[in-house]
Every structure is written in structure tokens, then in C-alpha cells.
């Protein structure tokens, strides 16, 4: 015999401490980097949300890979290196796809955030 304690269960999922089922994709992944300067004041987060919600949903995770702040950067300012994963779930993804996304993104980070795209 086992007992179910559902209140734990609710809890644990509420504070996203069990895994979720998703779907395996047969398709491989895409990562690309951003490096760009913005100002102190605006947080990763909110960084993140905005690509998030502009990113389209072949985007499966952002991550902070670098945050430089040093004598080639302006005082008020930080740098930033993000790396995004792409993927898709029905089919192997382009390049040119993905380089139209990135333009995208470029773009709505420099109208929302201010930043300055380093290459």
C-alpha cells in the first residue's frame, strides 16, 4: 500500500520543484550569442522578458553568459552576452530563419532598452 500526500504534490508544483512533461524534439537545437551595451538601470530580467516575448516560439531558453563592466565600457553602462536556444519540434530549422528572428530582436532591444549592438 502508498499514500498520497496531494497537498505536498500542489505545493512542490506550485514552487516549479517537480518536472514537467515536455515533448522530446528530434530536431537539433540552434544557440546564438548577443553581446551589446545597456545601461546599469535595466535589469537581465527585463532584458529577458522582452526577447522572450519577441523571440518567437521556436526560442527555448535565454541565458546570461557574461556581464562586463570595465575600463573600455562607459561608467553608467554594462555589457551584456546572452545566449539564446532555438529549436523547433516539427522541423530542422535555417539559418536565414533564425538571422531574421536575431534582426527582430535587435531591433525591439535597441527601441525598448537603448542597447548597442556589439559585432
Known sequence: MFEFDFETLKNEF?????????????????????????DRKILFTEIKATI????????????????????SIPKHQTSLCIQLTFQST???????EIDEILN???????TQHDVNIRI
Open 104 to 110: 527582430n530582436l535587435y531591433k525591439v532591444l535597441e
Open 14 to 38: 506550485k514552487q516549479k520543484k517537480l518536472a514537467l512533461y515536455q515533448p522530446y524534439s528530434l530536431y537539433p537545437t540552434i544557440t546564438k550569442d548577443l553581446s551589446f551595451i545597456v
Open 52 to 71: 522572450l516575448n519577441n523571440g518567437t516560439h521556436y526560442l527555448k531558453q535565454v541565458d546570461l553568459l557574461d556581464e562586463y563592466q570595465g575600463s
Open 90 to 96: 516539427k522541423k530542422t530549422l535555417i539559418t536565414k
